[in-house]
């Protein structure tokens, strides 16, 4: 156990808080359940960091994961592309409130009208409206940025501008390159100019070549058979022009490093220097866009920070990351100066995650808050009727192909049941209007919310599930694609599917 920079020192053992003990046995136990190979975790608790690592870095060639392991920290990098953005703000070289064309004149979706009018805020708030999962390859050299956002203008627009929220990486890595614009440097170097250099983060970059010496997590995935999980470095690669919302690599004692200083006011932890005005962190936590279901209820996004309420009132901060064999957590509560991050190197990883991040197991233990109360209740038929049918969701992939999903959902002893490919999938209980719990088929409750959002005339036009909107179908047609992390009969992997970065 070590602590950072700035915080107390804290003896190994039995002086441990107990708090603390839990969680390290929490993990432990989920990592031999679950068969996640490696961990690392990050934690702010009363005043003292604590940093720990757990397994090894590959089952090939077991290397200890220590607190300096690097992980893709996937979308928790969307804060730091938001965080760059505010030092821009700052200095008077962009405004959240103009327009994207203002900064990317030839900017353009398959809608006119949001290609003109959309803003910055939009963007950082996901509030965009166009089809959010586009993962298009355009190459690794430092035109991939500019390449990737030419590309957008195919993407179809669901919702208008600013009315309604739903995941988009797309919209992040066009601020990224807003960014570039701007600054006059490729994205990367932007963030390490703007942000990871000021801040001291050593074990944060985008190129591992940027770290020599660097141990790092391969990801880990299950074998053809489904029966274990196996190393899979090829799958750390990610299309460069998706960096700015999912690309950072980086470790367990840099993240926590992190969540101090977005616990503070703006100053770089142990140094003083001002990195951003208590106006501009204020503004990064608050004022949320609208809002819904992120696996977790949220009021909406600030400035690409998820703001999830409790029941006793005080916010979390909160984000979280998905790549393939690369799955990670990152939540604060700055009014109890708490943060936790954990990073695993195993598609199994959401297992071990879930209980800390989407339940209120953390927030619980280290800080006494909790969910919003939410207790199942039976529906009638016709109660759930305007929910039933067909649910049609997209993303466009790496080689630039359209793929699809197609859901259906139907009534069953008061709750619904959303089927794939014509067999029980999850299970679904409201417990207020349009917001209901996640079962598995089973009836094992899992911690997790999904919630339906209506049309302007007021009738359920979709299904927001995994922070993505699922369109009511009323002409289903065979889906192309299958919903990514299966639960497959020999392996637990996650019984939820995890977008593949979220």
């Known amino acids: 156990m070590s602590s950072s920079s700035g915080s107390p020192a804290v003896a190994a053992g039995s002086r441990l808080p107990a708090a603390v003990r839990k969680l390290d046995e929490k993990i432990q136990q989920a990592m031999a359940a679950y068969y996640v190979p490696g961990v690392a975790y990050g934690l702010r608790y009363r005043g003292v960091d604590y940093v720990r690592g757990f397994g090894v870095t590959s089952l090939d060639d077991p290397q200890p994961v220590d607190g300096d392991t690097v992980f893709r920290v996937a979308s928790t990098t969307k804060p730091f592309t938001g965080t760059a953005i505010m030092r821009l703000v700052e200095r008077g070289r962009l405004d959240l409130d103009r327009t994207v064309r203002s900064y990317l004149p030839d900017f353009r979706v398959a809608d006119p009208v949001a290609s003109a009018r959309v803003t910055l805020r939009q963007l950082l708030n996901h509030t965009a409206g166009w089809l959010g999962d586009y993962f298009l390859d355009t190459g690794t050299d ?10 957008m203008s195919e993407l179809p627009q669901l919702t208008p501008p600013g009315k309604v929220y739903a995941y988009n990486n797309a919209a992040i890595s066009l601020a990224g390159r807003v960014i570039e614009v701007v600054t006059g440097v490729p994205y990367e170097r932007a963030i390490r100019d703007l942000v990871t250099g000021p801040l001291g983060l050593r074990h944060s970059a985008y190129f591992l070549d940027e770290l020599p010496g660097v141990r790092w997590a391969v990801p880990h995935l299950p074998n053809e058979a489904q029966t274990e999980i196996v190393p899979v470095p090829e799958a750390w690669a990610m299309p460069r022009g998706i960096n700015p919302a999912g690309g950072l690599i980086s470790s367990a004692r840099d993240q926590l490093r992190w969540a101090r200083f977005h616990l503070g006011d703006g100053r ?12 501009s962190m204020h503004a990064m936590q608050s004022n949320p866009g609208p809002g819904g279901t992120l696996f977790v209820e949220l009021d909406g996004f600030g400035v690409t920070w998820m703001l ?3 029941a006793e009132g005080p916010k979390v901060i909160q984000h979280g990351g998905d790549w393939a064999g690369q799955h990670s957590g990152f939540l604060m509560v700055p009014r109890k100066d708490f943060a936790l991050t954990v990073l695993t190197n195993s598609e199994t990883g959401p297992v071990l995650l879930d209980d800390l991040f989407a339940g209120d197991r953390a927030i619980s233990l280290f800080t006494g808050l909790h969910n919003l109360p939410a207790v199942p209740r039976s529906l009638s038929d016709r109660e759930l009727a305007p929910y039933l049918g067909f649910y049609f969701g997209e993303q466009i992939g790496f080689d630039g192909v359209h793929s699809s999903v197609e859901l259906e959902m139907v009534a069953d002893a008061g709750q619904l049941v959303l089927r794939y490919q014509g067999e029980d999938y999850l299970r679904l209980a409201f417990y207020r209007k349009d917001y209901t719990l996640v079962f598995a088929p089973d009836g094992t409750v899992t911690n997790n919310r999904f919630n339906f959002v209506r049309d302007p005339d007021g009738s359920v036009g979709w299904l927001r599930f995994g922070g993505r909107l699922y369109r009511r179908n009323d002409n289903p047609t065979q889906p192309t694609a299958s919903l990514r992390s299966q639960a497959p009969s020999a392996l637990p992997i996650p019984a939820l599917p995890r977008p593949l970065l979220s």
């Open 142 to 151: 430092e035109g991939a940025l500019a390449r990737y956002v030419a590309g």
């Open 268 to 279: 770089v932890p142990g140094s003083g220097r001002r990195l951003l005005s208590p106006r």
């Open 308 to 310: 999830r309420p409790t």
